[in-house]
């Protein structure tokens, strides 16, 4: 029998991933944590400076430079490796570099014996989680992508402000593609259980066009931040603790992370931010949301996005002539 011990492989020290490490460490959510990347130098030093900080952790953990062999025991591997977005980039220009990338890492993972969950952050996220099922041959429900958990939060911060309420008690999801066609679920969104519409209907200083307003900024935040700094990483480092918090403790929580669906929204065969439950065993449940005709329409056009720019890129690597 395996021990009670959780490992966390992380795959790529860049932005992200020392971020993400970073946080794990401070919310002492696993006990052990192996670093991989090929830039050992730049990953040894991680851990030095991260077992630094353990005298001052919520909890111990044994974390230190790895390789693949470490994933054999490994409960989750993190996949935050790859090329970055740059300034005028959008997500869909990674595709190709990206998921050859992603093909090296995964078979050097798998032929290690790995039986755990991947979790994936690296962009495009949903294709390159789709790309990591196919390398894998895991079930579905033990790969899941970041999907569109950043961009519900990045909704949730700013509807918050705009209503002058705490965040956390906005109820609302981003869903479809992490990137230009994701769209907000306006028919489902609450603040404490009273419907947005409502707002709009009572409020005379509340607008639509505000709202609307609002979704641009989230769909775009990335290219502003990435504009300024140059990078994102710590929102999402900490999107990927959220999800791993769910896996290793076995939550059951609800979050939009990128699943794959065969029928459910009316689409097949593609990995897409969805609501869906997450606990121990990865993800345990789609949840299908009653979207509006728009919405619908919405999200089919985004998962038609995502396949066209998935299956040929993955075909002629899986298949080079």
Known sequence: MKNQINRVVLVGTGFVGSSYAFALLNQGIT??????????????GDAM?????????????????????DCRDADLVV??????QKPGETRLDLVEKNMK????IVEQVMGNGFDGIFLIATNPVDILTYATWKFSGLPKERVIGSGTILDTARFRYLLGDYFHVDSRNVHAYIIGE???TELPVWSHADIGGKPVDEYLKTR???????????????????????????????????????ITKAILQDENSILTVSAYLDGEYGSHDVYIG????????????????????????????SVEVLKTNTLP???SIQNPK
């Open 31 to 44: 006990e052990e944590l192996v670093l991989i990347d090929l830039d050992k130098e730049k990953s040894e």
């Open 49 to 69: 400076d991260l077992n630094h900080g353990l005298p001052f952790a919520p909890s111990p953990t044994k974390i230190w430079y790895g390789n693949y062999s």
């Open 79 to 84: 996949l935050t490796a790859g090329a970055n």
């Open 101 to 104: 990338i992603f093909k090296n």
């Open 178 to 180: 992490h990137g230009d």
């Open 204 to 242: 005379g200083e509340y607008r639509r066009e505000d709202l609307d307003e609002i979704f641009v900024n989230v769909r775009d935040a990335a290219y502003q931040i990435i504009q300024r700094k140059g990078a994102t990483f710590y929102g999402i480092a900490m999107g990927l603790i959220r």
């Open 274 to 301: 969805v609501p869906a439950i997450v606990n121990r065993s990865g993800i345990r449940e789609i949840v299908e949301l009653q979207l509006d005709e728009g919405e619908q329409s919405k999200f089919s056009h």
């Open 313 to 315: 890129v993955l075909d």
